[in-house]
């Protein structure tokens, strides 16, 4: 009886297909449309200001509730500290510049000229001054902001002028994080790049993932953008960012590390990057749901700015995952099946 010959029939699956000349490049202009319509659909979409609100039932924000039925609930006093340029203390003049400008501030909400009060050792003088507050600092630091430039027209070349008190420090609070997801976008961006520099030891291969992460994040942002704005949620869009280029650039090493390995022993390059995308499929998918559930958990937090950060953050790392998304149809059932054993297997070996 003749032997029955092995089937040498090469199987043609999506990932084959997807890596193959044409089909590159298809699903290179597939995405960009899709990308270029989506960018059109929430460009005008902006992620909200992060409000720092405490909870509801703390006690701080129990009081602030209280204090907003007073009369002048909206009226704070902020504070002026004069000084001379020359460490020098306060001459008859220099008091007189002074009430000059607290008459100067005098405003609808004290029609009473502030007084001017001298330190003892004559050095210093305090002026107390009520604004208007917004509802949240940033709002209030528009205000103190304009006082201080007013101030600084009033004020003669000889004496300084500073303005603090609480309504002051609060406004500085809001005002310090200002670039602040610029400047930590661009050292995650720097960090990343010098991974992939030292990891793929190439000119040009680096600009690859980091334009895809580019691309995905600007995406990410504008869905993340528009999620907070349908359910009305409070959260910094900046660690989004860091999210994206963290996770993507872990696939990405993980993707170009099992394809070089996998062209050691398959001389065809296409065929060795579909095979590294089947094998990897599995971890980077594990990796993505992980982090995706452990941001959704964040809807259980107190604080409001962190509540609000979970389902935004979310969409970040679901996003990076999008272009394998065809794969997990293609291959579901060895997915999950390998995903299912290597679970049991972990638990017999911890049971033993």
């Known amino acids: 009886m003749a032997a029955v010959p092995p089937n040498t029939t090469t199987r043609t699956g999506l990932a084959e297909r997807l890596v193959s000349r044409r089909g590159a490049w298809v699903s290179i202009l597939l995405a960009l449309v ?3 319509a989506l960018f059109g659909a929430f460009s005008s979409v902006e992620a909200p200001q992060r409000s720092g609100k405490a909870p509801a039932s703390s006690e701080s924000a129990q009081v602030a509730d209280i204090l907003a039925t007073f009369p002048d609930a909206d009226t704070q006093t902020v504070l002026l500290v004069a000084t001379r340029t020359d460490t020098t203390p306060l001459t008859p003049a220099d008091h007189d510049t002074l009430t000059s400008i607290a008459n100067t501030l005098t405003t609808n909400d004290s029609p009473t000229p502030p007084r001017v009060l001298i ?3 004559g050095n210093a003088a305090l002026i107390t001054h009520p604004i208007t507050v917004g509802d949240t600092n940033s709002d209030t630091a528009t205000t103190i902001n304009e006082l201080r430039e007013r101030i600084g027209t009033l004020t003669p070349p000889v004496l300084t002028i500073t303005v603090t008190g609480g309504p002051a420090f609060g406004a500085d609070i809001a005002s310090a994080f200002d670039g602040a997801d610029i400047t930590l976008l661009l050292i995650t961006i720097g960090i990343v790049a010098v991974l992939l520099i030292g990891t793929y030891r190439s000119p040009i291969l680096w600009l690859i993932p980091l334009t895809v992460v580019a691309l995905a994040d600007g995406l990410a942002g504008r869905i993340t953008a528009t999620t907070g704005t349908w359910l009305n949620l409070d959260f910094d869009a900046g ?3 860091v999210l994206m280029f963290g996770a993507s650039t872990n ?6 590390s099992r394809y070089r390995e996998e062209l050691t022993t398959t001389p065809n390059h296409r065929d060795a ?7 990897t499929l599995p971890a980077i998918l594990a990796s993505n749901v ?3 559930l452990a941001l959704l958990s964040l809807i259980f937090a107190t604080i409001p700015l962190t509540r609000g950060l979970g389902v935004p953050a979310a ?13 997990c149809v293609d291959h579901f059932d060895r997915v999950w099946t390998t995903t299912i054993c290597t679970q049991t297997c972990i638990m017999v070996h911890t049971r033993t």
Not at 251 to 256: E, N, Q
Not at 273 to 279: Q, V
């Open 273 to 279: 990057l579909a095979t590294a995308w089947r094998a």
């Open 34 to 36: 899709v990308m270029v």
């Open 251 to 256: 696939y990405a090493l993980l993707l170009i």
């Open 119 to 121: 330190s003892d050792d």
């Open 290 to 292: 992980t982090v995706v």
């Open 315 to 327: 969409h970040g790392p679901s996003t990076t995952w999008c272009p394998v998304a065809p794969l």
């Open 239 to 241: 660690i989004i960012s």
